[in-house]
């Protein structure tokens, strides 16, 4: 069974992921359910971690599903994994232009994955802390949400959302940033997860991580 081979399920969901852009031409379908106008929503539910120092990378790389060696824009999509290579939670990871990454994850699971990155340090030279700064959802997207992306002051991270590109664009900012000034004609909206069509693993019970 997959399940009881890690390393060949790992691949084969990175595998997935690189794939996973040309394989959501049906994803527009549900969208008629959001507002038809340019819209934004803070994600209260979401939380962050800063991930730093000069082994970050290697220590994620063994961690998530993510290949943290490719080339690739600001955000990545990944699963974070246990010590057996199970799944344990789904994030989103975002390379800083200062060096490091931001981990966004569900608020409820900040601590958790706190303390299952540091298990993993040991002598590496890796820091993980909670951040305080905002995640932001931006429908459709942006207007150079075609080429390279700015990143306006009070901006740390913005990028298309790497699970589905139709989703729009993810945004991660500082508490005082404005994203109607920036945008004077995106409106702001409060949305409920299933308004954003979007299933979101928060964690996996340690009993569903290894199967019998």
Known sequence: M????PRVLVQAIRWLQSHACSSHETTGDVLHRLPTSRWCTRLSHRGLLRVSGADARTLLQGLVTADMFSEH????FAMML??????????????????????ECDASAREEIMKHLQRYILH???EVEPEALQVWSLYPGVPEAGG??????????????PRVRELGCRLVSTPVFNVQEMWPDIQEQVLGRK?????????????????P
């Not at 246990?82 to 990454?101: D, F, H, P, S």
């Not at 308004?195 to 199967?211: F, I, R, Y």
């Open 124 to 126: 590496s030279k890796v």
């Open 2 to 5: 997959l399940w009881r081979r």
């Open 82 to 103: 246990n010590a057996q290579g199970r799944v344990l939670y789904e994030i989103i990871l975002y390379q800083r232009k200062n060096g490091g990454y931001l981990l």
């Open 195 to 211: 308004q954003l069509v979007v299933c979101v693993c928060v964690c996996v019970p340690l009993w569903a991580c290894a199967p």
């Open 148 to 161: 390279p992306l700015p990143q306006p002051g009070g901006v740390e991270a913005l990028d298309s959302d």
């Open 73 to 76: 824009r600001t955000a990545r």
